[in-house]
């Protein structure tokens, strides 16, 4: 079973505030996910990478940044956090694309104040 | 682009009956992949069961679904609801050539009462 590990698991900021979620994931897998989770929106995609030094954007992009420093590292950076960013945030990877199973990390609950 | 739709937000059962929640989706790639993911509460979603071969039955976990590309649809099915199934299920899609790109739909929460 893939092992993806988020962290901080809450986090409260206020508005204007900079964020930092992290994940990591050490089963080698090449892609890694940043989702939001919202009631009545389901999984949105923010950002997601192939690799060390790579970023995609996802469907939701505006407001997040993300790095992907190695292969196990991947950050969501969230540099003047508004409330319309609160949310349940999950990391996922998966060992090739979006074809292949994703496994999920346990989540970020964050909430901006 | 891609879109995935669940028509039902809420499904609610009686323990012993059958399951069917809606997936319908669009996409311009012929050969999409489609999945259920099952997320419990307080837990992260997984895998339930995915599929890509057209009109073949997948099964996983007592669930199956079948793909069909004639009418764009993967609806997920049980033959008896228990109460161990109450939780939130997503459709999602694999469709464009960029990898990466999973659609997720907007999830349907199945809960089962006794």
């Known amino acids: 079973e893939a092992a993806v590990t988020q962290s901080p698991r809450n986090k409260v900021t206020v508005t204007g505030g900079n964020v930092t979620l992290s994940c990591r994931q050490t089963n080698s897998h090449n892609y890694m996910y940043w989702y939001r989770q919202d009631t009545g929106h389901g999984l949105r995609l923010i950002h997601y990478?192939?690799?060390?030094?790579?970023?995609q954007i996802g469907d939701v992009p505006d407001g997040y940044k993300a790095t992907r420093t190695t292969q196990e590292d991947f950050f969501l950076l969230l540099e003047l956090a508004s409330p319309s960013q609160t949310s349940l945030y999950f990391c996922a990877s998966s060992e090739e694309g979006s074809a292949e199973t994703l496994y999920f990390g346990s989540g970020t609950r964050l909430t901006v104040l | 682009g891609d879109s995935v739709t669940q028509t039902e937000g809420l499904v609610t059962l009686t323990e012993g009956l059958p399951v069917m929640l809606n997936c319908t989706y669009q996409t311009i790639y012929s050969n999409p992949f489609l999945f259920w993911y099952v997320q419990h509460l307080n837990e992260s979603p997984r895998l339930l069961l995915k599929s890509f071969t057209d009109n073949k039955r997948t099964e996983h976990q007592g669930f199956h679904a079948t793909l069909h590309k004639s009418s764009s649809s993967f609806h997920l099915q049980k033959s008896s609801a228990q109460l161990s199934d109450s939780a939130l299920y997503y459709c999602?899609?694999?469709?464009?050539?960029?990898?990466?790109?999973?659609?997720f739909g907007r999830g349907t929460r199945l809960q089962v009462y006794a």
């Open positions: 999602a899609l694999s469709g464009t050539q960029v990898v990466g790109q999973l659609t």
């Open positions: 990478s192939y690799g060390a030094g790579n970023l």
